[in-house]
């Protein structure tokens, strides 16, 4: 059942996702041409090439906020509007419901994340005349990899290991964040848009506090280990903090998710 829910929500919103992508992609080929240009020296620096470019920069923060703007419409609209009616009503079991709309809405963001990534080293592979490409292809992966731990003691694929867990993390944790807004609003009976704003900015103050103090924790273990050994080891400090944000994120993930799923379940309000 819930591989089917997941289908329904892909089929429901790929058509606004795709438009979205495909217009990030021909302004990001308008502006690497723009960028190659310019870089060239072959013309001269002109207001259309320069409005490309400026306009391309702008589409790189937009196709993101884009996105997010898009899941939290689209959450709220078929989970707590006068749609919500009809999607809880559904022969299903209310946490499939929930479960489908957070996986398709984290893959959303991840997609978005890795075409941005992508972009960006298109522009300026475009910059740089292609010299970003040639420094990538110069070594081969096993190079790269020996290269890296050589000098700060890291495999390349680990570190692309952890990048790619803390992306997952990182976009679930947006994304239980907003339903877990959404979800605490209908505890209000006339005012649930308004607790909604405050709950999420409450919960974005304390994600900032307890980061900032699991940064100085980790900071001041770093500085323990030199007072007594003299020599810290970066992978070891890099996989220690790595972890511990890991962790930090994956249990706000936990908690956000029983949250959502105990007031959707128990405490749901849709007068």
């Known amino acids: 059942m819930l591989e089917k829910l997941i289908k329904h929500e892909f089929k429901n919103s790929y058509k606004v996702m795709l438009a979205v992508y495909a217009a990030y992609v021909l302004l990001t080929i308008l502006g690497s041409i723009s960028c190659y240009s310019m870089a060239s020296g072959h013309n001269a620096p002109s207001v259309l090439l320069v409005s490309v470019i400026i306009l391309y920069v702008l589409s790189s923060v937009a196709v993101y906020i884009s996105t997010f703007v898009y899941i939290c419409i689209r959450y709220y609209k078929t989970m707590y509007s006068a749609q919500g009616y009809l999607t809880h009503t559904l022969p299903v079991k209310g946490t499939s419901v929930f479960n489908a709309k957070l996986i398709v809405s984290t893959i959303w963001m991840i997609s978005s994340v890795v075409l941005l990534v992508v972009s960006i080293f298109f522009f300026v592979n475009a910059a740089t005349q292609g010299e970003a490409w040639k420094e990538i ?134 007068e």
Do not use: P
Request: proline letters at 0%; a negative charge; aromatic letters at 14%.
């Open 137 to 270: 292809t110069r070594y081969s992966w096993s190079d790269l990899n020996r290269r890296l731990y050589e000098e700060i003691g890291i495999y390349l694929s680990n570190m692309i290991g952890w990048m790619v867990v803390g992306l997952i993390l990182g976009m679930l944790l947006i994304n239980l964040w907003i339903f877990t807004s959404f979800a605490i609003g209908q505890l209000s009976d006339k005012h649930k848009v308004a607790l909604s704003v405050v709950a999420g900015m409450v919960m974005y103050f304390v994600f900032q506090v307890l980061g900032i103090t699991e940064t100085i924790t980790s900071m001041e273990s770093v500085r323990n280990d030199i007072v007594i050994s003299e020599e810290v080891e970066f992978a070891e400090f890099f996989n220690s903090a790595v972890a511990g944000s890991c962790m930090w994120a994956l249990g706000f993930c936990v908690v956000m998710y029983i949250v959502c799923v105990y007031i959707n379940r128990k405490k749901l309000n849709l």
